[in-house]
């Protein structure tokens, strides 16, 4: 069973600009959440999407958007890059939601941002 | 608001050695808790999960325990080899499937 999956892998861009991340979870998951990483902060939550409905939301500025597909694929956007957006994304994916996770989640490579 | 610290920060021990890193959280009303590897660069590889109704939790030579009451869990590992060189960290659950993380222990076992 193919793992969690992240493109691009790595990218490059300039501040002001818009940035598209996608991830791809475990077949037959359900729920994707997104991560920021970053030395200074950690690992932090930014939403959660399930079956196609935002679950959760982390304490992030609205420049940081997602959605959901209807084959569980999610994408994360952020409009208007600054420079302390550079960071590791990470999506994690698992079966179930909410307060019934009684199972582990299963987190992809990441996609590491850089901002110039 | 939930907050978990791991200590330490970062720990450096020969090879063979048994070591145990350490987890404490603010919230006891947690769903579960998890460990995680993280190697540089690299995305969270899921260790162990215990959850709340449990103590503790065996994979190889990996045991990890959980005290809700006291808000505390540790990662014993046993007989520590150099490819368990990475960073570790944990994560609770309290809040439906959104994890709280713990800054991390960057472990170094040398040979």
């Known amino acids: 069973k193919a793992g969690v999956t992240q493109t691009p892998r790595y990218l490059i861009k300039t501040r002001g600009q818009q940035v598209t991340l996608s991830c791809s979870p475990i077949s037959g998951h359900r729920s994707v959440s997104w991560y920021q990483q970053t030395p200074g902060q950690g690992l932090q939550f930014l939403f959660e999407?399930?079956?196609?409905?935002?679950?959760n939301k982390g304490n992030f500025p609205g420049r940081f958007s997602g959605r959901q597909f209807s084959n569980s694929r999610s994408e994360m956007n952020v409009s208007t890059l600054e420079l302390g957006d550079s960071a590791l994304y990470l999506c994690a994916s698992s079966r179930t939601s909410g307060s019934s996770l009684r199972e582990t989640q299963y987190f992809g490579p990441g996609t590491r941002l850089l901002v110039l | 608001k939930q907050e978990v610290t791991q200590i330490p920060a970062a720990l450096s021990v020969p090879e063979g050695e048994n070591l145990v890193l350490n987890c404490s959280f603010t919230?006891?009303?947690?769903?579960?808790l998890q460990w995680f590897r993280q190697d540089p660069g690299k995305g969270l590889t899921s260790l162990l999960l215990?959850?709340?109704?449990?103590r503790e939790q065996t994979s190889g030579r990996l045991n990890a325990s959980l005290d809700k009451s006291s808000g505390r869990s540790t990662l014993y590992i046993a007989a520590s080899q150099p490819g368990d060189s990475a960073t570790y960290l944990c994560a609770e659950s309290s809040s439906g499937s959104r994890l709280t993380f713990g800054e991390g222990t960057q472990l170094t076992v040398n040979p």
């Open positions: 919230d006891s009303a947690i769903y579960n």
């Open positions: 215990i959850q709340s109704s449990q």
């Open positions: 999407y399930f079956s196609e409905t935002q679950r």
